[in-house]
């Protein structure tokens, strides 16, 4: 008999969204175990290793079980596993709103259309810059939302020579891309800092905090 499809999970919970432009939305996510990445500030180390083997019918199941119609993809990051492609195509043919919350270090044209990309880009301050996988730009829509996790200034810096070497402020101006949004890493930079270079430059980006850590313990996992 053939395997059965399935991934690895580390979680599965029901939780409030807390970054995007979807941030304060009631959302289902499905935390996929590994990472090629190894960010200086990550914040789910946790997901790296481990994790439970699941048939996709039963990750399939236990999302519908929690009956909300917003559903995250995320890690570590979900597309190094091929079987992710196929949970995410699963779960948008069922209905569900689909999120997938990737690095932008693995290719993502394999990915259902339908799908709401969230591309974290990696700035210096990450230590991982180098694995940004430029032509992954090609592959937005109005669908997608394009991140900056920032430590520093020079982050800022960096994301708005990004920015405008890639046009990606044209690109969302001209709705071809849903939303570039500017994240500061907990703890590091206070936001009215951030606030203020934003308003200085005037740039078309929006501020975001992790919600969920305003709400709950930072620490705390399942949330």
């Not at 890639?166 to 849903?178: A, S, T, V, W």
Request: one cysteine or more; aromatic letters at 8%; a negative charge.
């Amino acid at each position: 008999m053939p395997p059965v499809p399935s991934l690895r999970i580390t979680e599965i919970f029901h939780s409030i969204q807390g970054e995007s432009t979807w941030s304060g939305t009631p959302c289902t996510f499905v935390r996929l175990t590994g990472c090629p990445l190894r960010c200086v500030w990550c914040d789910t180390e946790y997901s790296f290793y481990g994790g439970e083997l699941l048939a996709l019918d039963d990750i399939v199941a236990e999302v519908r079980s929690i009956e909300t119609n917003l559903v995250e993809i995320t890690g570590g990051e979900p597309l190094v596993h091929p079987n992710a492609f196929r949970l995410i195509e699963i779960l948008l043919n069922d209905g569900f709103t689909v999120l997938v919350e990737t690095s932008g270090a693995v290719d993502v044209a394999p990915l259902d259309p339908r799908a709401h990309k969230i591309m974290d880009l990696k700035c210096p301050g990450s230590g991982e810059v180098e694995k940004n996988l430029w032509k992954n730009l090609d592959q937005l829509t109005v669908r997608d939302e394009v991140k900056f996790v920032v430590a520093d200034r020079a982050d800022y810096e960096w994301t708005k020579d990004i920015i405008s070497k890639h046009q990606l402020d044209i690109m969302l101006k001209e709705r071809r891309l849903g939303a570039l949004l500017i994240s500061p890493v907990w703890g590091s930079i206070d936001l009215a800092i951030v606030a203020n270079w934003i308003l200085e430059d005037n740039i078309s980006i929006r501020l975001q905090t992790q919600l969920h850590k305003h709400i709950w313990d930072p620490n705390t996992r399942g949330v």
